[in-house]
């Protein structure tokens, strides 16, 4: 666990000068604005540490998925339409049902969401630390990963994270 630890820490550490643009809103509060050059990187950046963490545990690196990052994006977005960080879709939709959707041939292991100002980086670390997060991203069975976000004008993201066999 220590060692999972520090790879995290040090992989957070590396990647904070990836060209990541930060400004301020209110006092100490710092805002992950994502940009065009961010836009493209993230994805890989997060593959990039969430296979860092899976090798760390012994597992098989995973891969993007174009469908799996659909139904993220999908939840990404309505989650900011519902303003509120859950697991359903406002039509009813459970993950399951947004993956069968994008004709992903797979079975969807486990999905992650945030609501936050933070980075990606800073977004799996927060993910890294609970039980319930964790353990989707180092599910044994897992060989691909879709991420996606929406962000809003003020800043906050909407993070999710999909993973399938």
Known sequence: ????????????FTLSACGTTQSTNGPGKGVFR??????????????????????????????????????????????????????????????????????????????NISETFESDVETLAAWMTEEATREVILHPDARFMGIAWHQEPNGKIWWTQVFGS
């Not at 666990?1 to 520090?6: A, P, V």
């Not at 760390?56 to 139904?71: D, F, H, R, T």
């Not at 993220?72 to 399951?96: C, E, K, Y």
């Open 34 to 111: 994502i940009g065009v050059f961010e836009k493209r990187k993230i994805p890989f950046r997060v593959l990039d540490s969430v296979n860092a963490l899976r090798q760390a545990s012994g597992l098989q690196a995973v891969e993007l998925s174009a469908e799996l990052n659909a139904a993220a994006a999908t939840h990404s977005l309505d989650m900011s339409v519902q303003n509120r960080p859950w697991h359903f879709g406002s039509d009813g939709s459970s993950p399951i049902d947004r993956v069968a959707r994008t004709g992903y041939a797979g079975k969807m292991l486990g999905e």
């Open 1 to 12: 666990m220590t060692r999972l630890i520090l790879v995290i820490l040090l992989s957070a």
